[in-house]
Nanobody, 118 residues
């Protein structure tokens, strides 16, 4: 399974941004999909996920109410709608293929950098 996140950029605090992740490969539709982020000098953080069927989502407390994950199985795509961005959201955002409802990572994708200026 191959994954590529894109859509990052430089935005100002309070702005919105939508990240996308394209999944490909024979087994790409066999996994739940998740979003992680890693800020400079910090450990990678699990922030959101959508289960295989698209009906169940996980959102970490640190972004709850501001970030919304979704997926389109027909397009093998995962999305992350990010609103009310804060400077502390600055990080490299990664998508991953994860075990359904367990969220254990099986495959990592390449990340996309989001920079939020104050």
């Amino acid at each position: 399974v191959q994954l590529q996140a894109f859509g990052g950029g430089v935005v100002q605090a309070g702005d919105s941004l939508r990240l996308s992740c394209a999944a490909s490969g024979r087994a790409s539709n066999d996994y739940a999909l998740g979003w992680f982020r890693q800020a400079p000098g910090k450990e990678r953080e699990f922030i959101a996920a959508v289960n295989l069927g698209g009906s169940i989502t996980f959102v970490a407390d640190s972004v709850k109410g501001r970030f919304t994950p979704s997926r389109d199985n027909a397009k093998n795509a995962l999305y992350l709608e990010m609103n009310s961005l804060k400077p502390e959201d600055t990080a490299v955002y990664y998508c991953a293929a994860v075990e359904d409802l367990n969220w254990t990572v099986h495959y990592w994708g390449q990340g996309t950098l989001v920079t939020v200026s104050s």
